[in-house]
């Protein structure tokens, strides 16, 4: 299957600062990129859908200037936490979707803020 | 919004039975998704169904759309086979992301 990947895999990072989550479709275009959050034994829950070249809509409840989505070209979708806080920590997940409905899911990048 | 229930949330079982696992979704969909996530937390497609069944080595998933109601199925089943399955479903036209189930913690004992 398709491959997405995601960098970093792992960020531990301190209060207030900023932190760039990338997602990446590495054999297939992309032309829509979601981004998942999961908290400790939760199911996932669906931050946003990108897609490239136009804006992130956001799901209920998700603040878009906490959580800057910028989806620059078909095959890369960056998610920005800005100012993060302890409650932020979490494990992102990013899927890509091509022409077709299935999703290809990223490895997911655990964020801890301290 | 679709709300997509699985069972059992829990389950272990000896290496070598057959399992299953059961979503059920509350309003149409236009395809369901079967994720395996290991403890690392990555997640891995396993199936994508809008009808019918697919088999795919051990692994087998079936979908019945008027029941709105799908089985994921192991065979010889193997400690490997230890995860969190998901079920996720797609709405109809697409345009949306996936709503997930809770998942199913599968443990397999040797």
């Known amino acids: 299957g398709a491959v997405v990947s995601q960098h970093p895999s792992r960020v531990i990072c301190k209060s207030g600062t900023s932190v760039k989550i990338e997602c990446r479709s590495l054999?297939?275009?992309?032309?829509?990129m979601f981004w998942y959050r999961q908290f400790p034994k939760k199911s996932l829950m669906l931050m946003a859908t990108?897609?490239?070249?136009?804006?992130?809509?956001?799901e209920q409840g998700v603040e878009k200037d906490k959580f800057l989505i910028n989806h620059a070209s078909l095959t890369l979708s960056t998610l920005t936490v800005t100012s993060a806080h302890p409650e932020d920590s979490s494990f992102y997940i990013c899927?890509?979707?091509?022409?077709?409905?299935?999703?290809?899911f990223g490895p997911g990048t655990r964020l801890t803020v301290l | 919004k679709n709300e997509v229930e699985q069972s059992p949330q829990n389950l272990t079982a000896q290496e070598g039975e057959f399992i299953t696992i059961n979503c059920s979704y509350s309003?149409?969909?236009?395809?369901l998704h079967w994720l395996q996530q290991h403890p690392g937390g990555g997640i891995v497609s396993l199936f994508m169904?809008?009808?019918g069944k697919k088999k795919h080595g051990r692994l087998i998933a079936t979908i019945n759309i008027q029941e709105k109601h799908s089985s994921l199925h192991i065979t010889a089943s193997h400690p490997r086979d230890s995860a969190v399955y998901i079920c996720?479903?797609?709405?109809?036209?697409?345009?949306?992301?996936?709503?997930f189930g809770k998942g199913t913690h599968l443990i397999i004992q040797p």
């Open positions: 899927s890509a979707r091509g022409r077709r409905a299935e999703q290809f």
């Open positions: 054999d297939f275009q992309a032309t829509t």
């Open positions: 990108s897609n490239e070249g136009s804006k992130a809509t956001y």
């Open positions: 309003v149409g969909i236009s395809a």
């Open positions: 169904l809008s009808s």
């Open positions: 996720a479903v797609l709405p109809g036209g697409g345009a949306d992301g996936l709503t």
